[in-house]
């Protein structure tokens, strides 16, 4: 029987299993590295183990919960001043990825995911009229934040986290979607005197799995993140959620969500024994890429040495396949 490495250790522990005597700083490093160490807190006080687990241990864990919550008042706040100017230029922002997850809550300040910034989507025609707005509010840009989907991040002095301002989803996410997708599953909301819109339980649980696999490429590293499948164990696990598993199976059509979606199925029935509607059993490939997953969390370094492999000989397959496009052009124009 293989032992299981640090990252299952953790996964045990946000399970509530404690075992005997878990190792304290390695647990709580790997949870830091994963930014789960909130989550691992309010495992720890819901399990027998808060009872004799290392008072600094308990300490520390109850001290970056008491830091998250006030650090999530204030992103709660951030957000409210910026949808609140953006509504009086008479547009509603949707409100995706974390951001979603924290106003589905009845005390924002309770999410227990690390929020690195707020995900604003606007559609393109909106743009100037929201940059005008977040200027109006105090707002700049970040230097060099532009890329391809989104306009850049902006952040305003005593901020404690930027605005990720989006004029379209990721093209991996992006192309998954219809236009009836986005009318029917995007849901208006208002709270606390601002509108905004926000993913529907199918579409966040879509987005969390495309964002994660494809838009970050753990897909084709191999690694695995745990904040994001402790939200889409959260999701499971939520009694009143409404996820459509008829209208996720049915982009699976789309080979890169398909390997996707069914990885993060067979992880989660690994670390967290979820059984989870499936479309059918996974391929031998979809076994494959799992083994190769569980691999690289339990051979760190093994696995830091495939990826350099695999990157090398994509940014070869990719430098080769450029030069025959110019190749076949440069003999298309000679022909002409």
């Not at 924002?108 to 929201?130: G, H, K, M, Q």
Request: charged share 25%; glycine share 4%; hydrophobic share 45%.
């Amino acid at each position: 029987m293989i032992a299981p490495s640090p990252f299952e250790r953790l996964a045990n522990c946000l399970n509530g299993d404690f075992g005997g005597n878990p190792d304290w700083f390695e647990l709580i490093s790997v949870a830091t590295d994963e930014f789960v160490a909130t989550a691992l807190y309010r495992s720890l006080i819901a399990s027998d183990a808060a009872a004799w687990a290392e008072p600094e241990a308990r300490e520390y864990l109850a001290e970056l919960e008491r830091a998250n919550k006030i650090r999530n008042h204030q992103l709660w706040e951030l957000t409210r001043a910026a949808v609140a100017g953006i509504n009086a230029a008479g547009i509603t922002p949707a409100l995706i990825k974390g951001a979603s997850e924290m106003l589905l809550l009845a005390k924002p300040s309770e999410l227990s995911r690390l929020l690195i910034d707020i995900d604003l989507l606007v559609s393109p025609a909106d743009i100037p009229a929201v940059q005008a707005a977040l200027g109006l509010d105090g707002f700049e840009p970040v230097e060099n934040s532009q890329y391809e989907h989104s306009p850049g991040s902006y952040w305003r002095p005593g901020a404690v986290a930027t605005l990720d301002l989006h004029d379209s989803l990721p093209p991996r996410i992006a192309e998954l979607l219809t236009e009836k997708d986005i009318e029917t599953r995007m849901i208006l909301q208002e709270r606390d005197g601002i509108r905004f819109l926000i993913p529907d339980d199918s579409l966040r649980f879509l987005i969390n799995i495309a964002h994660d696999m494809l838009h970050h490429t753990t897909l084709a590293s191999g690694s695995t993140s745990l904040r994001y499948l402790l939200s889409l164990v959260e999701q499971i696990e939520n009694s009143q959620s409404g996820i459509d598993w008829e209208w996720l199976h049915s982009k699976r059509q789309y080979w890169r969500f398909r390997l996707a979606f069914d990885l993060q199925i067979a992880m989660l029935e690994h670390l967290f024994a979820l059984k989870v509607p499936v479309a059918e059993p996974p391929s031998w490939f979809v076994q494959f890429l799992h083994w190769r997953r569980q691999l690289k969390f339990r051979k760190p370094r093994l696995g830091q040495i495939e990826w350099m492999i695999v990157r090398h000989g994509l940014k070869t397959s990719q430098f080769i396949a450029t030069r025959v496009k110019l190749r076949n052009a440069s003999q298309s124009l000679g022909t002409d």
